[in-house]
């Protein structure tokens, strides 16, 4: 365990305001963006997966079509 108290391993959950829940969905989708304009098609994909996780806990719609998790 570490010296400063603090546990060795990350927590389960984590617990985000709508503010923070939303600027990580944006930096999302730049990353996707830029990771197109790069030609990375095999991480967009996985970046798409998240995009669209986070928006389904958001309760938007899910923009891919897919399952919910």
Do not use: Q, W, Y
């Not at 984590?14 to 098609?41: G, K, N, P, Q, V």
């Amino acid at each position: 365990m570490p010296t400063d108290g603090t546990p060795d391993e990350p927590p389960e959950v984590i617990t985000l305001d709508l503010h923070e829940a939303l600027s990580l969905l944006a930096a999302l989708e730049d990353a996707c963006d830029a990771l197109i304009d790069a030609r990375r098609f095999v991480v967009v994909l996985t970046v798409e997966a998240e995009i669209a996780r986070l928006n389904r806990k958001l309760g938007f719609d899910d923009p891919s079509g897919g399952p919910d998790d």
